[in-house]
């Protein structure tokens, strides 16, 4: 149900992994990893105020992107409980966004291989009558 084809997603999947191995080779336990993601996130944000955005759109590894938005998000959130609701929060609010569609062709054909995760939500959401995303709902232009 991705836009692109299942392929794409796995390849970025994939990459995602590679890059992950490079970056924290001879990691091996949790505070490693924090340590590690850190200097990543030092590193990329020194980075990031070099340059024109020209120059620095699109360079970041999916491994470095991560570690600059969970800094933000470590800085923004300190307590840590807190920040484990603000990302289920985000999460479920995000998944329902994406849910409600017209596409009933992709969903049912989805449906008929035995469903995927927001197919099925999907059919919930049509069986309560929510077959379309509220204004309220969307997100606002910049």
Not at 1 to 12: G, R, T, V
Not at 72 to 95: N, Y
Request: with cysteine; glycine share 8%.
């Amino acid at each position: 149900m991705l836009p692109d084809p299942s392929y794409n997603a796995e390849q970025i999947f994939d990459t995602a992994v590679r890059q992950a191995r490079v970056h924290l080779d001879g990691c091996r336990t949790k505070a490693d990893i924090l340590d590690r993601l850190d200097k990543i996130q030092s590193k990329e944000e020194n980075y990031l105020e070099g340059g024109s955005l020209y120059e620095r759109a699109g360079s970041s590894s999916i491994i470095e992107k991560a570690a600059v938005l969970g800094g933000q998000l470590r800085a923004s959130v300190p307590d840590e409980g807190r920040r484990w609701k603000v990302l289920a929060e985000f999460w479920a609010e995000f998944i329902l966004f994406l849910a409600p569609s017209d596409n009933v062709d992709i969903h049912a054909e989805m449906l008929g291989a035995g469903g995927e995760f927001m197919t099925q939500l999907w059919a919930l959401l049509s069986h309560a009558g929510i077959l379309e995303r509220t204004a309220a709902a969307m997100p606002s232009a910049p």
